[in-house]
């Protein structure tokens, strides 16, 4: 694993790769001083950034570190602009011409979907306040050394993208009295993967067989009057505790790109009272109130209800989850000419660090390795459903999370909307 060098920019003559001349694909600095909401938006120019390129693959120990190592590895300079990679963060990036990632921030070489949010690039957007990467640059810069977890989401291509987590670390570097950052980088979303479904689904699972014992145990020392009003929440348990073992199952397939999916005919009015019944004796709607909004759209359409269920259903715990006692989720539904979208309210505000990450699928309110729910509805609602999962929050307006989907109109639908014209 060498590191990726400078390929020569046409007008020097120099040629300090072994990659052949190549021209160089570089963001300009921009003379005027850029707003930024987090770290600074000032670049290097583009002559500093060809020299410091062209001198650090001289320094033996550093050339020597680079390329033995099996993660990625970037230097950067005081600007967080790469001006030295290996040959693992190229191939990980899918190029071996320097040029293409030379200058650039780590953020805009890993196509970071927050990277192009701000004119001033990487690091200078709202939502860069809470990734892990900028965090562990800037604490380098102040001399220390530090290693965080980074979550990142890809800018859309043509196939589907997931979201990366990704460890990282970051060490100063002093050469003739300029800072440098050594950014060592390894992908560890199979590992957090695997470790966050397994967690998640005992806890859940452990959760249901639990409270379906107790009532069992219930069961053995009750007279028959009492065994009779216990039938009703026994079967709900049995029910639930199949349906998360499903959840899990389809989730794991999901992320696999295994899931199979199919479309039946749906009602709209009749889904959202389906949700309210399976959600009104949960736990997180003691004391707490479903509404189907009477205003909602009827209309039959093609979804795979199954999926819809899991997006729909882990809305509605979400709200039910983030409102107090007495407090009221509404669901409703309305549709245009292309599309049908569903919709959970619940009267309470969303604080703005959370509202940055709520789709990561490694973040979570409600304590270590829990918040699977939010980036579940994101996976299967775009990915599989092809809608749009959102949301909107607001301290006068509390919160709203939708999923969006194409309108495909049942033939029996389509047909009566033809003769209605």
Avoid at 383 to 388: N, T
């Amino acid at each position: 694993m060498n590191p990726q060098k400078l390929p020569t920019d046409s007008s020097d003559g120099e040629n300090p790769s072994n990659l052949g001349p190549q021209p160089l694909r570089f963001i300009p600095r921009f003379p005027e001083k850029l707003p930024t909401e987090f770290a600074p938006a000032e670049r290097a120019s583009r002559e500093e950034i060809l020299s410091q390129a062209r001198k650090l693959p001289q320094i033996p120990i550093l050339h020597n570190l680079i390329s033995s190592v099996f993660d990625m590895v970037l230097v950067l300079n005081k600007d967080r602009q790469i001006v030295l990679a290996n040959d693992k963060f190229a191939k990980f990036i899918g190029t071996r011409d320097s040029g293409t990632f030379l200058g650039q921030r780590f953020g805009e070489a890993f196509q970071c979907i927050h990277a192009s949010e701000t004119p001033g690039g990487c690091g200078t957007a709202e939502s860069c306040r809470s990734c892990g990467a900028i965090g562990s640059i800037l604490a380098s810069q102040l001399g220390n050394v530090s290693a965080q977890e980074w979550h990142l989401t890809r800018k859309e291509t043509a196939e589907p993208v997931e979201p990366l987590d990704l460890r990282v670390y970051a060490s100063p570097l002093h050469e003739n009295d300029y800072p440098f950052t050594i950014l060592s980088v390894s992908d560890v979303s199979h590992e957090k993967r695997r470790k966050a479904l397994e967690r998640i689904f005992f806890h859940d699972v452990l959760n249901t067989a639990g409270g379906l014992r107790g009532f069992v145990e219930l069961l053995k020392h009750s007279d028959a009057s009492e065994a009779e009003e216990l039938r009703a929440p026994l079967l709900e348990l049995a029910v639930q505790l199949v349906e998360e073992i499903k959840a899990q199952r389809d989730l794991v397939a999901a992320e696999n790109n295994e899931l199979s999916i199919t479309f039946v005919p749906t009602k709209s009015a009749a889904f959202m009272h389906e949700i309210r019944e399976a959600y009104k004796n949960h736990d997180a709607a003691r004391s707490r109130i479903i509404e189907v909004d009477t205003n909602s759209v009827e209309i039959e359409f093609l979804t795979d209800p199954t999926l819809l269920r899991r997006i729909v259903g882990n809305m509605v715990k979400n709200g039910l989850e983030g409102s107090a006692e007495n407090e009221t989720v509404r669901l409703s539904c309305q549709s245009s000419k292309t599309g049908i979208e569903f919709l959970v309210h619940n009267p309470h505000f969303m604080p703005r660090h959370v509202q940055l990450q709520v789709f990561q699928r490694s973040f979570s309110t409600k304590g270590k390795n829990r918040g699977l729910g939010t980036y579940s509805m994101k996976l299967l609602g775009e990915q599989y459903l092809r809608g749009k999962v959102s949301f909107t929050s607001y301290p006068e307006g509390g919160t709203t999370f939708k999923v969006w989907l194409p309108l495909v109109r049942s033939g029996r639908q389509a047909a009566t909307d033809d003769m209605s014209w």
